[in-house]
């Protein structure tokens, strides 16, 4: 099992930059919610699921990534079967059906995993047919395999995190060498879709627009971006992030600051301790603080590429690719709503914000790619991943 394995290439940076983040998080997330009745133990759950996260992640460093490509359609099977059963019997909180109750484990939100899902089994296609990746029939059996994922979680809805496994579909297949005619294809099929919102929206009046909007918050959060005068009530909530993060200034107001200026202690930032976890981050790290948690981010992610380079194979440099995309994408989706930069999209801070499933979930794709880095290029001929079946 551990016949290939490099123990010298094991990456440490990687390991200390997660557990960096992850201890600036429960501090974030205790100052966040010391305050309130409802969330004061919340900081003791997150530690509770970093220390189940960093268990996985040792165990997933362990068992060969190879292994795991193996065992694909039993990931696929179960993934599909958790995200039905969200959708026929989940539990439903702020009109999106997400979350559902298992035995002996508890409340769990299944699409925090389905990215996981959805980057092994692709990566296990990939590795596959990297010689025929510009086949249309490939590009079907793609569509039929990330597909009814993608579908399930935007019928929750949950149309941030659907748009970032788009993205990270797209960037895994780019790194597989798609031909550009069918990427400049899909961008082109794109171009429609734009044009009719852009159509519809200024083909309505005002009244007509906040009518469809109490109706469709996500329509609501969009519009709300662009006339934010016209939907207060959906705006204020990033007004007040922007509000904060700048009160900040350079050294921030100190962690688990009393003072009375404070927007956090004023309860004028709502979920502070998930989506908006940077705001408390600005408030009371500063600038300074800011940049570290992004620096760590960013160096988190230049790691993974690197050992997505160095990946023995196509299906490993996969891998790396479309978890070190999964990071990259959530920080930037959640820094710029947090920095009123796009709509409300409600993604949480990768390793930093609450939340159980994203905590474990995140830190078993660490151990995937690290997993990766202790196999690098060898060379014996290539393996492929559906060989075996």
Same mark, same amino acid.
């Given at each position: 099992? #551990? @016949?290939?394995?490099?123990?010298?290439?094991?990456?440490?940076?990687?390991?200390?930059?997660?557990?960096?983040?992850?201890?600036?998080?429960?501090?974030?997330?205790?100052?966040?919610?010391?305050?309130?009745?409802?969330?004061?133990?919340?900081?003791?759950?997150?530690?509770?699921?970093?220390?189940?996260?960093?268990?996985?992640?040792?165990?997933?460093?362990?068992?060969?990534?190879? *292994? =795991?490509?193996?065992?694909?359609?039993?990931?696929?099977?179960?993934?599909?079967?958790?995200?039905? *059963?969200?959708?026929?019997?989940?539990?439903?909180? $702020?009109?999106?059906?997400?979350?559902?109750?298992?035995?002996?484990?508890?409340?769990?939100?299944?699409?925090?995993?389905?990215?996981?899902?959805?980057?092994?089994?692709?990566?296990?296609?990939?590795?596959? #047919?990297? @010689?025929?990746?510009?086949?249309?029939?490939?590009?079907?059996?793609?569509?039929?395999?990330?597909?009814?994922?993608?579908?399930?979680?935007?019928?929750?809805?949950?149309?941030?995190?659907?748009?970032? +496994?788009? =993205?990270?579909?797209?960037?895994?297949?780019?790194?597989?060498?798609?031909?550009? /005619?069918?990427? #400049?294809?899909?961008? $082109?099929?794109?171009?429609?879709?734009?044009?009719?919102?852009?159509?519809?929206?200024?083909?309505?009046?005002?009244? &007509?627009?906040?009518?469809?909007?109490?109706?469709?918050?996500?329509?609501?959060?969009?519009?709300?971006?662009?006339?934010?005068?016209?939907?207060?009530?959906?705006?204020?909530?990033?007004?007040?992030?922007?509000?904060?993060?700048?009160?900040?200034?350079?050294? $921030?107001?100190?962690?688990?600051?009393?003072?009375?200026?404070?927007?956090?202690?004023?309860? !004028?930032?709502?979920?502070?301790?998930?989506?908006?976890? !940077?705001?408390?981050?600005? &408030?009371?790290?500063?600038?300074?603080?800011?940049?570290?948690?992004?620096? *760590?981010?960013?160096?988190?992610?230049? @790691?993974?590429?690197?050992?997505?380079?160095?990946?023995?194979?196509?299906? $490993?440099?996969?891998?790396?690719?479309?978890?070190?995309?999964?990071?990259?994408?959530?920080? #930037?989706?959640?820094?710029?709503?947090?920095?009123?930069?796009?709509?409300?999209?409600?993604?949480?801070?990768?390793?930093?914000?609450?939340?159980?499933?994203?905590?474990?979930?995140?830190? +078993?794709?660490?151990?995937?790619? %690290?997993?990766?880095? %202790?196999? /690098?290029? %060898?060379?014996?001929?290539?393996?492929? =991943?559906?060989?075996?079946?």
């Amino acid at each position: 099992m #551990f @016949e290939n394995y490099h123990l010298k290439n094991l990456n440490i940076r990687i390991i200390l930059y997660v557990l960096t983040l992850s201890i600036l998080g429960v501090l974030l997330i205790y100052s966040a919610t010391n305050k309130s009745t409802f969330y004061a133990n919340y900081y003791k759950r997150q530690i509770f699921g970093i220390c189940v996260g960093v268990a996985a992640m040792l165990v997933m460093t362990l068992i060969s990534y190879k *292994l =795991v490509l193996k065992l694909w359609p039993v990931i696929y099977i179960i993934d599909m079967a958790l995200l039905l *059963l969200t959708h026929f019997a989940g539990e439903t909180n $702020g009109g999106a059906k997400r979350w559902v109750k298992l035995p002996l484990i508890g409340q769990i939100q299944p699409s925090d995993f389905t990215k996981l899902a959805i980057v092994v089994c692709l990566a296990a296609l990939i590795g596959y #047919f990297k @010689e025929k990746i510009n086949k249309p029939f490939v590009w079907l059996l793609i569509i039929l395999m990330v597909g009814p994922h993608i579908f399930l979680v935007l019928l929750q809805p949950d149309l941030s995190t659907t748009i970032l +496994m788009c =993205v990270i579909v797209a960037l895994m297949l780019y790194v597989a060498k798609l031909s550009y /005619r069918v990427i #400049f294809a899909c961008v $082109g099929a794109a171009v429609p879709v734009v044009g009719y919102f852009i159509f519809f929206i200024l083909s309505h009046s005002m009244e &007509e627009l906040q009518e469809l909007a109490a109706k469709n918050y996500q329509l609501k959060r969009i519009l709300s971006f662009i006339w934010p005068n016209q939907f207060q009530d959906s705006i204020y909530q990033q007004q007040n992030s922007v509000m904060a993060i700048g009160s900040g200034g350079l050294f $921030g107001k100190g962690l688990n600051t009393t003072t009375f200026e404070s927007v956090k202690n004023g309860n !004028f930032i709502s979920e502070s301790h998930t989506d908006f976890i !940077f705001t408390i981050a600005g &408030e009371e790290l500063g600038f300074v603080g800011c940049i570290i948690i992004i620096l *760590l981010l960013l160096l988190l992610v230049i @790691e993974c590429l690197f050992i997505a380079k160095n990946a023995d194979t196509t299906a $490993g440099r996969s891998i790396c690719v479309g978890f070190a995309t999964m990071y990259a994408m959530q920080a #930037f989706f959640n820094i710029a709503v947090a920095t009123w930069l796009m709509p409300n999209t409600g993604l949480p801070l990768p390793f930093i914000s609450y939340g159980l499933s994203s905590i474990i979930s995140m830190y +078993m794709s660490i151990g995937i790619v %690290l997993n990766v880095g %202790l196999q /690098r290029k %060898l060379k014996e001929k290539e393996h492929t =991943v559906f060989s075996d079946l």
